[in-house]
């Protein structure tokens, strides 16, 4: 997944929050009951975009999936570079930027350009993160990049500043009774440092030893935390 959290703030000083995600997941291995899932769909795309319109006090949000069948929106992801594509909703990068674009019923249209802020931070191990004995990923984020684009807002395009957040995560491992889900956060703090952890799950409940997360301080220096920190 390509993973974007931010907030902002308008010229006229409307407050607001959003996030953009892109999913693709291929279905090699998976299965619904005895069917394999590859003979709907492999991959399968997924893209969900919400606006918190703090000053306006509503929240909205809009999804999207594609297997790029007959009826679907065309959905891509370049191998060769940084683009994706899911309809008319878009993620790519332009001169070190990442641009995105995304809409809901046509009432909040949002197109921004983030311009990461600090280098990026390579989570885990050398950016392998573990997920259980042997099962992993590669995921790296941009804690803080600098936010910059219009919003429409009940008809009414604004402009607007503010931070963003980028996560990026890929692989293949399997969730099994070890890991059943997981609650993940960013705080970015007024120094300019940021904060990640996140919690993996069992069945029950009960976190894993595999839970992990960073501190990066102002400058960039990166504290590593393990799950009993």
């Not at 995304?102 to 983030?114: G, P």
């Not at 703090?189 to 839970?211: A, C, H, I, T």
Request: some cysteine; hydrophobic content about 35%.
């Amino acid at each position: 997944w390509w993973y974007y959290t931010g907030h902002a703030t308008t010229t006229s000083g409307r407050e607001f929050g959003f996030e953009l995600v892109f999913f693709k997941r291929r279905t090699d291995l998976d299965k619904f009951a005895v069917v394999p899932l590859r003979l709907l769909g492999n991959p399968f795309y997924f893209a969900h975009f919400a606006v918190t319109d703090k000053s306006g006090k509503t929240f909205a949000y809009a999804h999207r999936k594609s297997s790029n069948g007959r009826l679907d929106m065309p959905a891509s992801a370049s191998e060769d570079h940084f683009h994706l594509t899911l309809g008319d909703w878009t993620a790519r990068t332009a001169n070190g930027s990442h641009i995105l674009r995304a809409s809901i019923d046509q009432k909040n249209t949002f197109e921004v350009s983030l311009t990461p802020t600090k280098d990026v931070v390579l989570n885990g191990i050398d950016g392998v993160s573990f997920k259980d004995e042997g099962e992993a990923s590669r995921y790296f984020s941009y804690t803080r990049m600098a936010a910059e684009g219009d919003i429409t807002l009940d008809g009414q395009v604004e402009h607007f500043t503010g931070t963003a957040w980028m996560d990026r995560e890929f692989g293949t491992w399997d969730p099994t009774e070890n890991q059943k889900g997981w609650d993940w956060f960013s705080i970015q703090l007024d120094n300019n440092s940021e904060l990640m952890v996140y919690q993996l799950r069992n069945s029950k409940g009960e976190p894993s030893r595999f839970s992990t997360g960073c501190f990066n301080g102002p400058n960039g220096e990166l504290t590593k935390l393990d799950s009993q920190q």
